[in-house]
């Protein structure tokens, strides 16, 4: 029996109407406009109200994506939220999302794999929709991180926002969908980006609050030259994999962590700027939501006509990273 290839089918994404822009952030933390904007691209991004929790925006989002791909939430097998800041420890966010959408028949639940998470999803789901376990999935990046951020660290709070992405995946038509996926982690840099308290090692206490150790810590120039190198190497993989070269690439959209990062992954891959998506000035650092929110804005502008190549890559805490190459 021939392989069935998956494909995106329908995307969507939603975020808080907060906006906090880097002149908040001025009022907040010994910094500049002119210096968030120089080293990150970043000028504003979103931020949940108090009130407002992540599966809130995963909802609208996956509604958008059902809307979209013409199914009835009933066909979807399998529901996967990729998200560090969930609604709660439990259920899943993905348990609470399905009820929401009333995709009962479906298997749910969270991934944890950072900035990567939805790469990750993306994956999981390829290979069962691939293998015939299950015809439609539901993948999403959701997070409310600015919960987690600590708005007294200049280092960190200047980069990250809210926001989620979703994405219907199904069986493919003819030869487009899904050419290859590729996944990776290394645990021995888990102290690069992490939140070292609020689980069962560190349990959240009234004093592990007040030292803010449920809020992320950062090696942001470590990070920086990892994820350089891991989103190239993984872009070129997928690519390989596939038979194709950067140059074939017609669109590219990165993980948004850093204006400068997505400049230097482009270069090492050699691809013209034109064809690599940013949307980082208005959205920073959105972790798994990134890759989705993007991947929507370029659906909804049009960016995308049926055969192109279209590569995805990201990198995250973990450290984790994946790349995935579809002919739309
Ligand atoms: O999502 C995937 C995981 N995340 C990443 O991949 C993030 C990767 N890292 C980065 O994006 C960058 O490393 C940052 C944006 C976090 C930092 O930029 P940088 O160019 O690496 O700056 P730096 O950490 O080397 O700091 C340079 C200087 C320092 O001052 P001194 O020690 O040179 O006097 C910092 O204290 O900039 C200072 N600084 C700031 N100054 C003004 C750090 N943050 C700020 C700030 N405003 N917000």
């Known amino acids: 029996m021939a392989e069935v290839r998956s494909a995106i089918l329908g995307t ?16 907040m933390v010994e910094t500049s406009d002119d210096w968030i904007t120089t080293r990150t691209g970043i000028k504003e991004r979103h931020r949940a109200a108090e009130g407002e929790y992540t599966s809130l925006f995963a909802v609208q989002a996956s509604r958008q994506a059902i809307e979209r791909a013409r199914i009835d939430p009933l066909e979807i097998g399998l529901v996967i939220c990729a998200t560090v800041s969930p609604d709660q420890i439990l259920p899943s966010t993905g348990c609470l999302i399905q009820a929401e959408l009333g995709a009962h028949k479906a298997a749910a639940f969270d991934l944890v794999a950072a900035c990567s998470g939805f790469l990750y999803g993306l994956t999981m789901a390829d290979k069962m929709i691939k293998t015939g376990q299950i015809r439609y999935a539901l993948v999403i990046g959701a997070e ?27 069986p493919a038509e003819g030869d487009r969908g899904v050419l290859s996926t590729r996944i990776y982690s290394d645990g021995r840099f888990a102290e690069q980006l992490y939140s070292p308290g609020g689980g069962t090692r560190v349990r959240p206490t009234a004093e592990t609050l007040a030292q803010g150790l449920h809020y992320f810590k950062m090696k942001g120039n470590e990070l920086f030259k990892m994820a350089v190198r891991s989103m190239a190497d993984v872009s070129i993989e997928v690519l390989n994999e596939a038979g194709f070269k950067p140059e074939d690439v017609k669109l590219f959209i990165p993980h948004q962590a850093n204006q400068r990062i997505t400049d230097a992954v482009a270069s090492r891959l050699n691809v013209d700027g034109s064809i690599v998506y940013s949307n ?46 579809i002919k739309w």
């Open 12 to 27: 969507g994404r939603a975020y808080p109407q907060g906006i906090l822009t880097n002149a908040d952030l001025e009022k």
């Open 144 to 170: 409310v991180l600015t919960r987690y951020v600590d708005f007294t660290d200049r280092s960190t709070c200047i980069l990250f926002g809210d926001g989620a992405g979703a994405a219907v995946m199904g």
């Open 280 to 325: 980082i000035a208005y959205h920073g650092n959105t972790s798994a939501a990134s890759v989705p929110i993007a991947l929507d804005e370029c659906v909804e502008k049009g960016m995308m006509s049926e055969g192109d190549l279209v590569l995805l890559a990201s990198f995250g805490g973990g450290v984790t990273w994946g790349g995935a190459l």
